[in-house]
């Protein structure tokens, strides 16, 4: 089992920048497939990144391509999302994820076993 601390959220305007980090408990971190979602109000919960145990492979929503990096440190048990060029229709609360399967691509909330708590990012035009 694992636990998920986000931190790393905050308001910024237009253009700005912003990273996420996700620290996770337990010995068997490199063992996960790491994901970020997020959920802005009215909306589904939806993809936005996922990096591979190793961090080979790195899987990137449409919307984010090219602005967002995901990343992993193994040695520290986090994971982290830097976020350039935010747009306000990134506004949302971003989520760190967890599982135990080899993902390949982007996938839906619902196979994620292990959540954090949420982190509010605000980007204001």
């Known amino acids: 089992q694992v636990q998920l601390v986000e931190s790393g959220g905050g308001l910024v305007q237009a253009g700005g920048s912003l990273r996420l980090s996700c620290a996770a408990s337990?010995?068997?971190?490199?063992?996960?497939?790491m994901g970020w979602f997020r959920q802005a109000p009215g909306k589904e919960r939806e993809p936005v990144a996922a990096?591979?145990?190793?961090?080979?492979?790195?899987y990137y929503a449409d919307s984010v391509k090219g602005r967002f990096t995901i990343s992993r440190d193994n040695a520290k048990n986090t994971v982290y999302l830097q976020m350039n060029s935010l747009k306000p229709e990134d506004t949302a609360v971003y989520y760190c994820?967890?599982?135990?399967?080899?993902?390949?691509?982007?996938?839906?909330?619902?196979?994620?076993?292990?959540w954090g708590q949420g982190t509010q990012v605000t980007v204001s035009s």
């Open positions: 994820a967890a599982d135990p399967r080899r993902f390949y691509g982007l996938q839906n909330y619902k196979n994620y076993n292990y």
């Open positions: 337990g010995r068997t971190f490199s063992a996960y497939t």
């Open positions: 990096i591979s145990w190793t961090g080979g492979s790195a």
